[in-house]
């Protein structure tokens, strides 16, 4: 793959862009996840019958970046406006966040050399 791709899934709707530098992809990430924290407000669903799940625990939105030599990441967007950052593609390692560092600067921490 030459370049960096950078997809956000919100919901059913699923949005590709094409990037030449790991910064630009990096920077898309960030803007697309945040405009996923503004537009969040899950409910908590379930309850009586079935199990509940709280905002913190939906997530209602995933900016992904992948690029060359396996080059693969990104953030989730819960539905209280949280974020996680994440490595790997089929399976995810959550990337602790250090300090006051946000998810966004956590995944660049850890993708950029």
Same mark, same amino acid.
């Given at each position: 793959?030459? %370049?960096?791709?950078?997809?956000? /899934? !919100?919901?059913?709707? =699923?949005?590709?862009?094409?990037?030449?530098?790991?910064?630009? !992809?990096?920077?898309?990430?960030?803007?697309?996840?945040?405009?996923l924290?503004?537009?969040?407000?899950?409910?908590? =669903?379930?309850?009586?019958?079935?199990?509940?799940?709280?905002?913190?625990?939906?997530?209602?939105?995933?900016?992904?970046?992948?690029?060359?030599?396996?080059?693969?990441?990104?953030?989730?967007?819960?539905?209280?406006?949280?974020?996680?950052?994440f490595?790997?593609?089929? /399976?995810?390692?959550?990337?602790?966040?250090? %300090?006051?560092?946000? !998810?966004?600067?956590?995944?660049? /921490? =850890?993708?950029?050399?």
């Amino acid at each position: 793959m030459k %370049g960096y791709r950078v997809t956000v /899934r !919100a919901g059913a709707k =699923v949005e590709r862009e094409h990037y030449d530098h790991a910064t630009q !992809a990096l920077a898309a990430v960030e803007r697309h996840g945040r405009e996923l924290e503004r537009t969040a407000g899950a409910r908590a =669903v379930g309850g009586k019958l079935h199990r509940r799940f709280d905002p913190v625990q939906q997530v209602v939105g995933r900016v992904e970046v992948s690029g060359p030599h396996g080059v693969s990441g990104g953030v989730d967007v819960r539905g209280d406006s949280s974020t996680e950052a994440f490595t790997g593609r089929l /399976r995810r390692d959550l990337v602790e966040q250090q %300090g006051d560092e946000s !998810a966004y600067a956590a995944l660049r /921490r =850890v993708l950029t050399p």
